[in-house]
């Protein structure tokens, strides 16, 4: 009675299990990450070495090919003037001075009748005519080679005879190892081109200390850029380079071990810093996982079981190795909903921000209708007595071109065009005058009928034609004759029309332009028109539409509250903006089912 459940004591065992599993795992990935690291040290501290090896051989083969250089130099300058002398040219001796410290013997001059030679190195005085001008090196035996004689012959034809000059000097390399001492322990050597020494620099160093040499195999495993080359058991970084002038090779050697020895101090250094970095990322990865999934696991099914306990629930046989997962399941499922739940809020908060927006302008757009609605009601009350004094003077201009008509045979075809016009907007203006009182209530007493936008546009800028002629104004109509006939009330847009177009024509100047263009767009018609102006100063844009506003100095600010009286009656939409040749823009869009 006293032992604890045996699903219990098997469940206690699955987690040890499961803990000691990915102890194992989390340190046998610290393990690879350390062997990795290591790995990236010794590949960089591999690469240092052949970049500073490279850099010490190069400063040796410069150092070498410097010196022969700087003899070869002054002994072609002393060889010149000697000739020169010779000649019967004029000339000077240089200071020997300077030759001195540059060669152990010589400069010494030496002349020879054709086909002699000297006894001495008769290999070096080549007196054939194309060799003239070309020095010669040879390096002296029983120097350890490191003296070279250096030879250059003339050809004097008047005299039938050569001309050599000739000098000795030491090649000492030790000056160019001062900084670096390391570099007295490299092999440098000068080889020709089967592998045989002709001189050495750094003898007593390896692999090529007593009686070994190089062989034409090694000669020709080193390259011309510094690698790793195996010799007798060890690693040597090498590198050679070719002489042409002397058809020789200069190598350099150094033992690998040399700049591993250097840097074992380093090498220690950062296997123990890799060390420390691996055991602390093992330690913090262990605490996590401790805190975080091995002990809220162990709290979850202890729950589990007392709450089995409660409710009475008997765990099957062989279903506790399900329990884990059972419960990493519920989790999964329940992390799902609550995601699912946040992508949902955020969705509806969005919509609803929108939503909020919207309504916000309809509001704003709904406030300006009615207070825009309201000054039309004031303006039509206060103008009703007006609108009944224009009725008596009107009915009475109608009546003398009533009378005119009959006298139509006596008119030119202009004034009888002009008559036509006059007793159209004649009924026009009568017509406004019945809806005059009606100016606030929107759609009060009106008939839509089908009618062309572009018609109507045309007939105003025949109206406005003189006007537009006498300011020199160039019109630039752009009707697209596709659009559809619309419902409109045909002599409100025709005044709507009217007034953007004498707006326009007010506002240019003198030899202005003005765009008036039809066009289809998303389901509307759209008229723009545009001048070339001063335009609108900005801020004002919103209240041009508002009655009795104008800039104008002799302006009413009723034309274009009127315009957009018009344009509400027909359920469109107008706006002012910038227009590119200068002045304003207006843009009417009319529904095409209005």
């Known amino acids: 009675?006293?032992?604890?459940?045996?699903?219990?004591?098997?469940?206690?065992?699955?987690?040890?299990?499961?803990?000691?599993?990915?102890?194992?795992?989390?340190?046998?990935?610290?393990?690879?990450?350390?062997?990795?690291?290591?790995?990236?040290?010794?590949?960089?501290?591999?690469?240092?070495?052949?970049?500073?090896?490279?850099?010490?051989?190069?400063?040796?083969?410069?150092?070498?090919?410097?010196?022969?250089?700087?003899?070869?130099?002054?002994?072609?300058?002393?060889?010149?003037?000697?000739?020169?002398?010779?000649?019967?040219?004029?000339?000077?001796?240089?200071?020997?001075?300077?030759?001195?410290?540059?060669?152990?013997?010589?400069?010494?001059?030496?002349?020879?009748?054709?086909?002699?030679?000297?006894?001495?190195?008769?290999?070096?005085?080549?007196?054939?005519?194309e060799a003239s001008n070309a020095v010669k090196y040879a390096f002296l035996p029983g120097t350890d080679r490191k003296e070279v004689r250096f030879t250059l012959c003339h050809r004097v034809s008047e005299k039938n005879r050569t001309v050599c000059s000739s000098a000795k000097a030491h090649i000492n390399m030790q000056r160019y190892t001062v900084e670096n001492p390391m570099m007295r322990t490299f092999r440098f050597d000068l080889l020709d081109a089967d592998a045989n020494t002709v001189a050495e620099y750094f003898p007593f160093n390896r692999?090529?200390?007593?009686?070994?040499?190089?062989?034409?195999?090694?000669?020709?495993?080193?390259?011309?850029?510094?690698?790793?080359?195996?010799?007798?058991?060890?690693?040597?970084?090498?590198?050679?380079?070719?002489?042409?002038?002397?058809?020789?090779?200069?190598?350099?050697?150094?033992?690998?071990?040399?700049?591993?020895?250097?840097?074992?101090?380093?090498?220690?250094?950062?296997?123990?810093?890799?060390?420390?970095?691996?055991?602390?990322?093992?330690?913090?990865?262990?605490?996590?996982?401790?805190?975080?999934?091995?002990?809220?696991?162990?709290?979850?099914?202890?729950?589990?079981?007392?709450?089995?306990?409660?409710?009475?629930?008997?765990?099957?046989?062989?279903?506790?190795?399900?329990?884990?997962?059972?419960?990493?399941?519920?989790?999964?499922?329940?992390?799902?909903?609550?995601?699912?739940?946040?992508?949902?809020?955020?969705?509806?908060?969005?919509?609803?921000?929108?939503?909020?927006r919207k309504l916000e302008e309809e509001k704003k757009h709904t406030v300006a209708q009615v207070i825009q609605m309201e000054k039309l009601s004031v303006m039509s009350r206060l103008m009703a007595g007006v609108a009944h004094e224009i009725r008596n003077p009107l009915t009475s201009i109608k009546l003398a071109i009533d009378n005119l008509k009959l006298k139509r045979d006596e008119l030119t075809p202009n004034q009888s065009n002009y008559m036509d016009i006059l007793s159209e907007e004649v009924l026009r203006l009568s017509r406004i005058l019945d809806r005059f009182l009606g100016l606030g209530k929107k759609g009060v007493g009106v008939s839509y009928a089908k009618a062309d936008l572009n018609e109507i546009v045309n007939q105003v800028v025949l109206i406005s034609h003189d006007e537009i002629k006498s300011?020199?104004?160039?019109?630039?109509?752009?009707?697209?004759?596709?659009?559809?006939?619309?419902?409109?009330?045909?002599?409100?847009?025709?005044?709507?029309?009217m007034n953007l177009l004498k707006n326009a024509v007010e506002a240019a100047p003198e030899h202005g332009k003005i765009k008036v263009k039809t066009l289809r767009s998303e389901g509307s018609v759209v008229l723009t028109v545009e001048d070339s102006g001063k335009g609108i100063d900005a801020g004002t844009e919103e209240k041009v539409f508002d009655i009795f506003f104008t800039t104008k100095a002799n302006g009413s600010g009723l034309g274009l509250s009127q315009?957009?009286?018009?344009?509400?009656?027909?359920?469109?939409?107008?706006?002012?903006?910038?227009?590119?040749?200068g002045g304003a823009l207006f843009r009417m869009a009319l529904p095409v089912e209005g």
């Open 207 to 356: 692999p090529f200390q007593g009686d070994a040499a190089y062989t034409k195999d090694l000669l020709n495993k080193i390259p011309e850029q510094v690698s790793v080359v195996a010799y007798d058991g060890q690693e040597y970084f090498a590198k050679k380079k070719f002489l042409p002038k002397m058809g020789l090779y200069l190598v350099v050697m150094a033992p690998v071990a040399l700049f591993k020895a250097e840097t074992s101090t380093k090498d220690d250094l950062y296997f123990y810093v890799l060390v420390f970095i691996s055991l602390t990322s093992f330690l913090i990865n262990f605490e996590f996982f401790r805190r975080k999934i091995l002990l809220p696991t162990w709290e979850v099914r202890n729950f589990e079981e007392i709450i089995s306990r409660e409710l009475g629930d008997a765990t099957p046989e062989g279903a506790e190795a399900k329990d884990l997962h059972l419960i990493r399941y519920f989790f999964e499922k329940l992390h799902q909903d609550v995601r699912a739940f946040k992508v949902k809020e955020s969705n509806y908060r969005e919509v609803l921000q929108a939503e909020v």
């Open 471 to 497: 300011k020199r104004i160039d019109l630039e109509l752009s009707l697209d004759h596709t659009i559809p006939k619309l419902n409109l009330i045909e002599d409100e847009m025709t005044s709507a029309i």
């Open 1 to 129: 009675m006293n032992q604890p459940p045996r699903n219990k004591v098997f469940l206690e065992s699955k987690i040890f299990k499961f803990a000691l599993t990915h102890s194992l795992g989390l340190m046998v990935g610290n393990l690879l990450i350390l062997i990795l690291g290591f790995f990236f040290v010794r590949v960089m501290l591999h690469d240092g070495w052949i970049k500073r090896f490279g850099v010490q051989s190069e400063n040796l083969t410069n150092g070498f090919s410097s010196e022969m250089h700087d003899r070869e130099m002054v002994l072609k300058l002393w060889s010149s003037q000697q000739f020169a002398q010779e000649g019967g040219a004029n000339g000077s001796i240089p200071d020997l001075d300077v030759a001195s410290s540059l060669f152990n013997e010589g400069p010494v001059k030496y002349e020879f009748e054709p086909n002699k030679v000297l006894p001495e190195q008769p290999e070096v005085f080549d007196l054939r005519p």
């Open 563 to 581: 315009v957009m009286q018009t344009v509400s009656v027909h359920h469109g939409e107008i706006a002012v903006e910038r227009s590119d040749l």
